[in-house]
């Protein structure tokens, strides 16, 4: 039985997981976890991408002094982040964190230019303030000697897997975030790159998950005393790994991958590029075996762990479940916010927005802990009910329940939470899905698992599933209308 690696990175951590295909079951081994934490630097945010890459040498050497020999190994991470490659073949400066506000007004000031409806026929993606697209023209405005010097466009994954092998190749399914792919055409769309008056010369050839892109290079292997490892490209894109593992055994189904983001849609043939996904604002971000996923982004668990590390700064330290204890015993349905309204991308003092949310919106402000972490977890289960019923008018199909994966099914009061303001039963698990859909993605590559299909069925039949059935579906319900009402969604 060999042993196989991924590595998945997600904005809030990262690790490295060991698989192995026992017949019909996987067994999973988590050999190294790390935090992910971006650094400000005067007024820019970046990831450390250097220590990053330190860490997935960790995972390397610890497999080794486990005695593990390794046999293949793909990376996914967060999407639509980037480096630059010079001429040199060297990383150009530090990657910008999407939540960097170099981009703030990038996006209206290209749209201005150019319509929506061009963009979005193109590229079939939802409009983000941090899409690559945005990034890249934020840049070329502020004329960044970046863009002067680069030779080689990188995301985040395509960058560590380069210094791992030294080759250089761009995943597609992380390359349809970048709102530069035209998955028509199945190529960079070279119009859109001429708008935003970037080079099409920076941007490599595509492959597809699946696809041998290299082993380990020789200065590595040396570095580290390891054997040469193959390096497959995985569905890089953390959201694609997770939707590849998702346990679902039949076509039509909804999930929501629920980390630090909470992605939530549905898995789709072709991406649905139509005005009223565009006028939706929902995306078609490319998958694995030529699926494309037709999502929304919903902010998430960002809100919490931002509040979080708020009360951290302050002094005051929370464990995730000492905070879901302290919300379970607050007052229900007393304040609501819309989580993807603006004031909750960048970082900073999220009580207190939420608290400016509240009283913009005519409601009494929360102020103890309970009580914030109270409104952060039901105003995210009553919009995922919110995006749930979109992605059914959206898509023509209607759901019997939810898949939940990622981090946050650890979270049992959301998961509780979301099967009442669904009124359907939740699917909860695996947490590890983006890890385990990159190494089922490798399995597939390497001849042990016949098919994506065989893979989720294998998935399902190897960890537990948690199900929610849904309670209080009066309360929920009644509580959804003032919801929309009060965060302002009905006028939407
Ligand atoms: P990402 O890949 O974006 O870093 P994860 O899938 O690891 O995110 O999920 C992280 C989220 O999971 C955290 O923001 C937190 O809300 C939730 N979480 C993590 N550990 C726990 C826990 N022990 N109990 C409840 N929630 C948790
Ligand atoms: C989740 C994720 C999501 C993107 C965001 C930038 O980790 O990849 O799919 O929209 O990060």
Redesign the pocket.
Known sequence: MSSILAY???????RAVVGRLNGNRIETEELHRFA?DPVQVGDRLHWDILRLYHELKQGLLKAKHQGIEVASMGIDS?AVDFGMIGANGELLGNPYHYRDRHTDGAMERLLAEVSPASIFDRTGIQFLPFNSIFQLYALKKARSPLLREAQRFLMIPDLLRYFMTGEMASEFTNATTTQLYNPIDKQWDSQLLKWIGVSESLFGPIVQPGVLAGELRPSLMEELGVPAIPVYAVAEH?TGSAVAAVPALHRSFAYLS????SLMGTEVDRPVITEQARELNFTNEGGVNGTFRLLKNIMG??V??ETRREWEREGRIY???EL?ALASQAPAFATYIDPDDDLFLPPGNMPERIRSFCERTGQKAPSEPGELVRCILESLALKYRYVLELTEQLSGQRFDGLHMV???V???L?CQWTANALGRPVWAGP??A?AIGNLAVQWIARGELADIWEARRVIQGSFPISVYEPQDVEQWENAYGEYLRKTGLSKA
């Open positions: 998945d990175l997600g904005a809030g951590s990262g992910n967060w953390d629920c980390g630090t983001w668990l960002w919490l762990s464990s995730f479940p879901i990622g981090g946050g650890q979270n049992t959301l947490a590890e983006s």
